[in-house]
């Protein structure tokens, strides 16, 4: 078989995708985990690690980011500056929520989930973050939500299928012979 079969350009062009974390009922790390499996490609069929088949993401409404538990007061970030002494810098979650907004906080928790790699950067950027609802990439966007990776149902169960008068079609009735 050929390694070349169904990858086209068409699979490996990027589309555009919108999700507003505001209404989003997804806490952080599960919001975060979507995002990252979209900027690396991963819900494609052509994946492959080294590859950068992903797509473009647009997280809109970032002020009203959804946390669980103490995170506000709790959870650190930290860094270092590289020098010997007074380098080693740590802020909590509410003071980088206050400095940057919560696009940085998206964006720091994407960052973990995006493997290690020379690629991580370049899929990174094609994060964009805002805090409130308006963008300027409304002409690209094709798809609207970024899809959850949990499996459940979705969708009511089965029931009669209805026709165009709204009545329920009548099933042919089987009798025993």
């Known amino acids: 078989m050929s390694q070349v079969l169904g990858r086209t350009n068409l699979a490996f062009s990027r589309a555009w995708h919108v999700v507003n974390v505001g209404t989003d009922p997804r806490s952080l790390g599960r919001l975060a985990t979507s995002i ?23 997280a809109v409404g970032c002020n009203d980011i959804r946390l669980t538990g ?21 802020m909590n979650m509410e003071r980088v929520f206050q400095k940057f907004g919560g696009g940085e906080i ?3 928790a994407v960052s973990g989930m995006l493997p290690k790699n020379r690629l991580r ?28 990776n ?3 149902p979705k969708s009511p169960a089965y029931g ?14 089987v009798t025993a012979q």
């Open 36 to 58: 990252a499996v979209t900027l690396m490609g991963k819900h494609k069929p052509v994946y492959h690690p080294s590859n950068d088949c992903g797509d473009y993401v647009v």
């Open 70 to 90: 103490n995170k506000m007061d709790q959870k650190m970030y930290y860094k270092h500056t590289t020098r010997p002494g007074k380098g080693f810098k740590q």
């Open 106 to 108: 998206l964006r720091r």
């Open 121 to 148: 950067d370049v899929r990174l950027a094609r994060l964009k973050v805002y805090e409130g609802l308006h963008h300027p990439y409304k002409k690209n966007i094709v798809v609207m939500e970024a899809k959850s």
């Open 150 to 152: 949990r499996k459940g």
């Open 160 to 173: 009669p299928v209805e026709n165009a008068n709204n009545q329920p079609e009548s099933s042919p009735e």
